[in-house]
Structure formats: structure tokens, C-alpha cells
């Protein structure tokens, strides 16, 4: 089969390789229906991170597929069933999992598709990919919505409701500030805030599009350079960007929440003194996926979210090493495996 290889910097191709086949009773085999580019992805290809001298590897860690095969431990899914894959590789029993943590699972912690890290396990803009632990680490998909629009469910939307719902839980008239920058993690981060926290939201960037995709789904749109408001419930940075990172973190209410998603490779300067005195609560780290799939789901479904929204633009398959290398790839480019 071929899959989609990072081979250096700017430098993708499609290399012929064996397929998985089931080893554990627990696997599945899963076809991608449809695919797509992780934030991080972007910056792998651009030479941002330090995986990116790391290559060839398979690479990508978002779709949806169809079942085409389960070993005889995996009882909740069938072949033809249609799946969101979790990003991650976790066995959805130790401690951690247990407690909605399978991003630090204890047994495969870190493991993941598309990266090689603790493991290679394939890539998900290929033609088959293995799954371990199935029954934890799909999710079905609701019948009757385009899964194309879907292909994120495992990671960046999934991590939308994630970074959102468990932290303004309960307040009443929620305020919701999104610092943009790496791509769709937060326009899916608006979309849930205004869509299911109804919350007032404001988004914060400077690209044009990503303002444009911000404003249809209902946020305020304000130029990340201009002046900002500090009484936000919860702030959202989605930019992996210092500046706005700081800028995060200085524009919630005393006791306000910070939750950051983007990746810093490097250390960053933090205003300490401000956090202390305004005692901001800070969170930073992997999603974990598994546990916001369903939530998130099911909010496809009730046609209170809006994936489609963020998608910029559908391709085939053949068109991925073109697309992501070049210099309008998009902040979510959908690729579709034909059957």
C-alpha cells in the first residue's frame, strides 16, 4: 500500500510499504475515508519543530475510516462500521486512561500515529492503518453527517470541545476570549464556545481568513495587534506564539482560566508576578482526545457545531504532497481516500 511519507522539510512523497495486519485480538484495521493535517503537521513540514529533521516517517494523526477488519477481542465494532481514530495510541485500562487521560496512558504514554515518538505506528494519511486497543480508541460516527468534515474528530476538533466545555461548565453568561495563530484548533474552539457554551466570544488574530471563518461561526473579530479586553472567564491560546501566549494570559478576570494548546518547543518568558497577584489558573498539554470524541459527536449531530465551517478545502489523495508543501495548503485542508 502507499502512505504518505515526511521526508525532509518541505519534502513529502508517497512510498510503497507493507500493510498492517491485525497482531492482537484487540486491533482493528481501519481504511481512512478521509484525512487530515493537525496543526502541527504545518509546522513539521515548515521546519518549526525538531521532529522535523527526524524524517522519513509516515506521516499524519487525523481521520475517519471505515472497519475492514477486527480481531476477535473487539466486540463494540464491525467491519463497515465508520469510525472517528483517536490520535493517540492508548490501552484505555491503566490508571490514567481510567480517569480520561489516555494522552499519558501508562502503557503506550506519548505513542501516537504520524510522529515518531515512543514507536512508529503509521500515519494516517495512509492506505490502511492498524489500530490497537479498537473498542477504547474508536468512535462510531453519527448516521447521517458527512464524515469528510469529520476527518479531525481524533484530535484538533475533538480538542475544541475539550479546551472549552469542562472549564465554563456552570458560569452563567460565560465569556470567552480565542487567541488564534496555528491554524483550526481555534476556530473549532469558537465554534464550540459560541455553538454549545453560548458564550460571548471574542477571537483574536491577524489573518484574514481565519477572522473571516471566525466571524460566520459567530465570534466577535478583533485584530490581535490592537487593544484587547481583560475580563474573560477563559482564554484560549491556540497560537504557539509568545506574544500572544502572554497576551493570553493577561486578559482573564482574577481566578480566570488559561488553557493553552499550542506546542512551545522553546522556553518562554511568563508575566509571573500578574498571575500571581490575579491567581490564573494555567493549563497547557496534549489533548486527550478520546474522552471529548463523543461529546463532540454528538454535538455534530444535534447541528449545534459546525465542522464543515472550519474545513478550507477538500482534496483528493493523490493532491496531498502538493498541497501541504505549498505555500496555500490552508489552515485545514481535508484530503479524501477514494474507495
Not at 101 to 114: M, T, V, W
Not at 157 to 182: C, H, K, N, Q, Y
Not at 299 to 317: D, K, M
Request: proline share 7%.
Amino acid at each position: 500500500m502507499k502512505s504518505l511519507m515526511f521526508v525532509a522539510p518541505g519534502k513529502l512523497r508517497f512510498d510503497d510499504v507493507d500493510e498492517p495486519i491485525l497482531l492482537e485480538a484487540t486491533d482493528a484495521l481501519v481504511r481512512p475515508l478521509a484525512a487530515t493535517t493537525c496543526d502541527l503537521d504545518h509546522h513539521v513540514i515548515a521546519d518549526k519543530t525538531p521532529f522535523s529533521g527526524f524524517g522519513p516517517f509516515p506521516l499524519g494523526h487525523e481521520c475517519v475510516g471505515t472497519v475492514v477488519a477486527v480481531g476477535e477481542a473487539c466486540t463494540d465494532f464491525s467491519v463497515g462500521d465508520v469510525v472517528g481514530v483517536a490520535w493517540h495510541i492508548a490501552c484505555g485500562t491503566c490508571e490514567q486512561c481510567r480517569i480520561g487521560h489516555p494522552a499519558r496512558c501508562l502503557i503506550h504514554g506519548d505513542s501516537q500515529y504520524g510522529l515518531p515518538v515512543n514507536g512508529l505506528w503509521g500515519g494516517t494519511f495512509s492506505e490502511l492503518i492498524r489500530v490497537p486497543f479498537a473498542d477504547y480508541n474508536l468512535a462510531l460516527l453519527p448516521r447521517g453527517v458527512d464524515p469528510v468534515h469529520l476527518a479531525s474528530i481524533g484530535d484538533n476538533l475533538a480538542l475544541g470541545w475539550e479546551s472549552v466545555m469542562p472549564t465554563v461548565e456552570g458560569i452563567d453568561e460565560p465569556r470567552v476570549a480565542v487567541f488564534g495563530g496555528t491554524g483550526s484548533i481555534g476556530l473549532y474552539c469558537v465554534d464550540v464556545a459560541v455553538n454549545l457554551a453560548g458564550a460571548r466570544t471574542v477571537y483574536y488574530d491577524d489573518d484574514p481568513t481565519r477572522m473571516a471563518v471566525a466571524e460566520t461561526l459567530g465570534a466577535e473579530v478583533e485584530d490581535i495587534h490592537g487593544k484587547r479586553e481583560k475580563d474573560f472567564h477563559l482564554a484560549v491560546d491556540a497560537s504557539a506564539d509568545p506574544e500572544r501566549l502572554r497576551k493570553a494570559l493577561v486578559s482573564v478576570i482574577p481566578e480566570g482560566h488559561v488553557n493553552s494548546v499550542g506546542i512551545y518547543f522553546q522556553d518562554v518568558p511568563l508575566p509571573m508576578l500578574s498571575l500571581y497577584q490575579r491567581g490564573v489558573h494555567f493549563h497547557n498539554g496534549k489533548g486527550q482526545a478520546r474522552p471529548s470524541m463523543t461529546p463532540t459527536l454528538d454535538a455534530v449531530a444535534a447541528g449545534r457545531l459546525h465542522p464543515q465551517v472550519v474545513t478550507s478545502g477538500i482534496y483528493g489523495w493523490d493532491e496531498l504532497p502538493g498541497v501541504l508543501t505549498s505555500e496555500n495548503a490552508g489552515h485545514k485542508p481535508i484530503f479524501v481516500l477514494e474507495s
